[in-house]
């Protein structure tokens, strides 16, 4: 849950480019109805401690980061460009354009709420 909407929705809204709206009477709560978010294509539990691996290369969280409840990953057309939007916005990547052993190119961060949140390049879920 997020504790400031107003830089959840920078996140999610204006950098991510989500098609997020505030619900009525609720100004506070973003949503996105009526299928404008198209399709999962993969729903994952991810343990933490490969999480930490992947991010950092060891098997333990940084102290000076929030330890995440949960994570998520975007599939995006422009890595590159996504990347270099979340840095020239101020966001703290973790990793940024990272090949992971499995094929899939990612860049990480922590939202504004604490969720390892993930920018991709899946090849095996495209086309």
Known sequence: MSQNTESSAEFYVQTLGLPLKPMEGNCDYLLSEKDLLKGVKHFAVWPLSQAENSCFGVGQWPTE????????EYEVEDLDSATRILSEKGYRLLVANRIEPWGQTVTRLLSPEGL????????????
Do not use: M
Not at 65 to 71: E, N, T, V
């Open 65 to 72: 980061h929030p330890i995440p409840q949960g994570w998520i």
């Open 116 to 127: 390892l949140t993930g920018l991709t390049i899946t090849p095996w879920l495209r086309g």
